[in-house]
């Protein structure tokens, strides 16, 4: 589903309005630089609703928020999806874990790789759930926390919530099926530790056979935790893909990544049910800027470093304020395009740390200017570039295109067709609230 004309202009305007009109002292604060992300809360939440309408009844989504919510902002989506009802979240790491209680998000927070285990006592703490994947770490971070003062719990909460991760077939972590039982033994052994969940994560989730056999492994996991009489916890094996491929059942929980951000994992074979659901998804990032020059060049001009690209012809050339440095890659040097005026042109030269240039030379109507808006990923007036053609570019996948967007992009967030909030690297503003926060060196959203 495209966002209407209407709500694309009120978009433009709230941009306009930012970058130009008002500044500090108005009710929003100036853009700090004339490259930005926008970020749509709104397809944020329908595409959740979505995915949800694909789970058996019982099953819930835990939205997956790392890598700062794969470029979108993790307190700003955490806050939209909790806001919509979603009862818990999943990270990566403890810090990304204690940005989100910093922020204020109550919900529980699972960190889906080990932490180290010193840092358990704080887990604790902060109410987190952490993972156990290896056996000498587990045994590590049982230890740190029986060591750990009384005093580390907060709220009558004296256990931290451990999660055993199942070595099903991925090769990259978890305790082996046959070590299951004496692993949750060892956590139900220890008086701060108790076990919440059992989970696994697929390494081809559009391929059936082998799912399959990971299923098979997982089931075995979880039947000898019953015959050894324990309860059985939470389990949750499938991610975006699982689900929309249809190939792993849904159990308890079913963590969803990038589907939520509007994109198909790369490459993916949707089940038939599934494929209106997967074309229902919204694209949540747009990547935009405005030149900080315009100029003719004359034919024989080298552009950027090297250089990699020369001018054939009398050209014009605009150069956009971002770079490598905010996660446009150099391998997309001579191979991106960008859209003005709804038409694509070609981005020429060496993509630098901080600059990238366009070849406007062919774009119909008066001379484009420092006045036109470029975007490099998203629509306008009809056209779009996706971020699975600027992953194809790149020789990358999509997750790795939004993912890599840097924390220096200034990312203004929309509910509502209206801008309702700023994060940038000295600027966080909360609009909604008629806050504004223009604090040295905060980065919240």
Known sequence: MKASSGAMRSRATAVRHALIELGPDGDLPRLPRTAWLEIDLDALVANVRLLEGLLPAGVRIEPVIKADAYGHGSVAVARAVVAAGIRSLGVATFDEALELRQAGIEVPVAIHFPIPPELA?????????????????????????????????????????????????????????????????AIGANPRARLVGLWSHLQAAGDARVTAGQES?????????????????????AASGGLLAATAGAYDVVRIGIAQYGIVPDGLNVAGPNRAV???????MSLKARPVRVAWLEAGTGVSYGPSFT??????????????????????SNTAQALVRGARAP??????????????????????TIDDEFTLIGEQ?????????????????????????????PRVYYAGARAVGLRA?????????????????????
Not at 176 to 181: F, Q, S, T, Y
Not at 222 to 236: D, I, K, N, Q, Y
Not at 386 to 401: C, D, F, R
Not at 428 to 442: I, K, L, Q, V, Y
């Open 121 to 185: 006592p704080d887990a604790l703490r902060h109410r987190m759930t952490v993972t156990a994947g290896d056996g000498a770490l587990l045994d590590r971070t049982l230890a740190a926390l029986s060591a750990a003062p009384a005093r580390a719990a907060l709220e009558g909460e004296d256990r931290l919530a451990m999660q055993l991760e199942v070595e099903t077939g991925l090769g990259r972590g978890g305790v082996h099926p046959d070590e299951v039982v004496a692993a949750a033994a």
């Open 217 to 237: 492994r997982f089931g075995v996991a979880a039947g000898l935790l019953e015959a050894a009489g324990m309860t059985l916890p939470v389990r949750h094996l």
């Open 278 to 284: 997967a074309a229902g998804l919204r694209p949540v």
């Open 311 to 332: 001018t054939a012809r009398r050209s014009r050339i605009a150069t956009l304020p971002l770079g490598y440095a905010d996660g446009f890659p150099r391998s997309l």
């Open 347 to 368: 981005l020429v030269g060496t993509v630098a740390m901080d600059a990238i240039m366009v070849d406007v030379t062919d774009i119909s109507g008066p001379e484009v």
């Open 381 to 409: 007036d009809g056209a779009g570039i996706s971020a699975l053609e600027v992953a194809q570019w790149g020789n990358t996948i999509s997750h790795e295109v939004l993912a890599g967007m840097s924390g220096r992009l």
């Open 425 to 445: 690297v000295t600027c966080a503003a909360d609009w909604d609230s008629g806050r504004s926060d223009n604090r040295t060196g905060g980065a919240s959203d």
